[in-house]
Antibody
Framework: QVQLQESGPGLVKPSETLSLTCTVS?????????WGWLRQPPGMGLEWIGS???????YYNPSLKSRVTISGDTSKNQFSLKLSSVTAADTAVYYC???????????????????WGQGTLVTVSS | QSALTQPASVSGSPGQSITISCTGT?????????VSWYQQHPGKAPKLIIY???NRPSGVSNRFSGSKSGNTASLTISGLQAEDEADYFCSSYTSTSTLVLFGGGTKLTVL
């Protein structure tokens, strides 16, 4: 079973860059799947931030695209999120999650998230 | 305002059945069978309970079922149990550049 774990600072100052890493266990990120980031502001709903395909292709929510970078490190079996110019509105629990593809290399997916990390709260405050 | 519309809350007594609706448009739920549902207990990560409208992942109780009609998807929980009390979120692929939409979530209370 795929296991994911987020890590990174819990407090980021306004205008700075939020950086998080997701470490994947029991599955190689280069063996398939899309690897994504989502967030949930306190007491609110979920928002998809973006995903990276095992080939390295990236897909971002247009509402955040200008500020987001998702990258992968296959040597460490990790993928990362960078969100620049943060404001208080970016305060949220950030989750990493996996999205399966129909078969390896197809790229075809049903856009659901089957495995999730436990989430990490990131607060934007001075 | 979320892109998919869910009722803020529903409630039911143990043993009863409840249904949570999720309304979208022809750009998402109406035209694609890529609807998924997630259960989230307080302080926990979301858990996938339905994918591709009506499929259950291995290990998910068959008390959970999903369906779709037109632009509206539905999650039905039968034989309600205390442990079902949680927030439920729907999600769908969208043909717009956003790719993935979520509903605002529905709080289920087991009376």
């Amino acid at each position: 079973q795929v296991q994911l774990q987020e890590s990174g600072p819990g407090l980021v100052k306004p205008s700075e860059t939020l950086s998080l890493t997701c470490t994947v266990s029991s599955y190689s990120i280069s063996s398939g799947y899309y690897w994504g980031w989502l967030r949930q502001p306190p007491g609110m709903g979920l928002e998809w931030i973006g995903s990276i395909y095992h080939s390295g292709s990236t897909y971002y929510n247009p509402s955040l695209k200008s500020r987001v970078t998702i990258s992968g490190d296959t040597s460490k079996n990790q993928f990362s999120l960078k969100l620049s110019s943060v404001t208080a509105a970016d305060t949220a629990v950030y989750y990493c999650a996996s999205t399966p593809e129909y078969y390896y290399g197809s790229g075809r997916t049903s856009y659901y998230f089957d495995y999730w990390g436990q989430g990490t709260l990131v607060t934007v405050s001075s | 305002q979320s892109a998919l519309t869910q009722p803020a809350s529903v409630s039911g007594s143990p043993g009863q059945s409840i249904t949570i609706s999720c309304t979208g448009t022809s750009s998402d739920i109406g035209d694609y069978n890529y609807v998924s549902w997630y259960q989230q207990h307080p302080g926990k990560a979301p858990k996938l309970i339905i994918y591709e409208v009506s499929n259950r992942p291995s290990g998910v109780s068959n008390r959970f079922s999903g369906s779709k009609s037109g632009n509206t998807a539905s999650l039905t929980i039968s034989g309600l149990q205390a442990e079902d009390e949680a927030d439920y979120f729907c999600s769908s692929y969208t043909s717009t550049s956003t790719l993935v939409l979520f509903g605002g979530g529905t709080k289920l209370t087991v009376l």
